[in-house]
């Protein structure tokens, strides 16, 4: 079963960018579908973005449309999610997770936080 | 894309059985069987219990049911256990090519 390893959370002012990495380890990674899912302190789940196991499609949520970009780089199996013009209510624990043989998120990585704050 | 609705909480004794709606519209729901549901204790990522609306992942209790009528989904946990106290999340992809999620259920056992 794949594992997942998220890093690149942090403190960022509004406005600004942050580049979050996840890595894989196991078999699937280059065939499944994968993405990112956030959780604000305190709340729900929400789904960010997907991306195909080919990496030809991807998908966004309309909150972060246009801002922020899912990537793939097979040669070395890492997820990553570009977050630009990041606004406070970017503020959330980032899972990255991998749908596996099923068509929904199945492995989930630790989560990374990422705070939005001047 | 509206968030998929969920009761706040439910509650129920050890040895019953607890049921989670999970209503959305025709676009998610209702018009595709894919509806999963989550699993998520304090403080640990969520666990996929409940699949294409019906199906249970490896190793997921046989307690944990899912079904759908129209555009609600549901959640039914049978011979409640002490552990089964956590949040639960409902998720359908949708035809925006999205997921959206509802707002989640705590769990209570009394």
Do not use: H
Request: net charge positive; glycine share 12%; aromatic share 10%.
């Amino acid at each position: 079963e794949v594992q997942l390893v998220e890093s690149g959370g942090g403190l960022v002012q509004p406005g600004g960018s942050l580049r979050l990495s996840c890595a894989a380890s196991g078999s699937t990674f280059r065939t499944s579908t994968m993405s990112w899912v956030r959780q604000a302190p305190g709340k729900g789940l929400e789904w960010v973005s997907s991306i195909s196991g080919s990496a030809g499609s991807t998908n966004y949520a309309a909150s972060v449309r246009g801002r922020f970009t899912i990537s793939r780089d097979s040669s070395k199996d890492t997820l990553y999610l570009q977050m630009s013009s990041l606004r406070a209510e970017d503020t959330a624990v980032y899972y990255c997770t991998d749908y596996g043989d099923y068509r929904s998120p199945y492995v989930w990585g630790q989560g990374t936080l990422v705070t939005v704050s001047s | 894309q509206s968030a998929l609705t969920q009761p706040a909480s439910v509650s129920g004794s050890p040895g019953q059985s607890i049921t989670i709606s999970c209503t959305g519209t025709s676009n998610d729901v209702g018009g595709y069987n894919r509806v999963s549901w989550y699993q998520q204790r304090p403080g640990k990522a969520p666990k996929l219990m409940i699949y294409d609306v019906s199906n249970r992942p490896s190793g997921v209790s046989n307690r944990f049911s899912g079904s759908k009528s129209g555009n609600t989904a549901s959640l039914t946990i049978s011979g409640l256990q002490a552990e089964d106290e956590a949040d639960y999340y409902c998720t359908s992809y949708t035809s925006s090519n999205t997921r959206v999620f509802g707002g989640g259920t705590k769990l209570t056992v009394l």
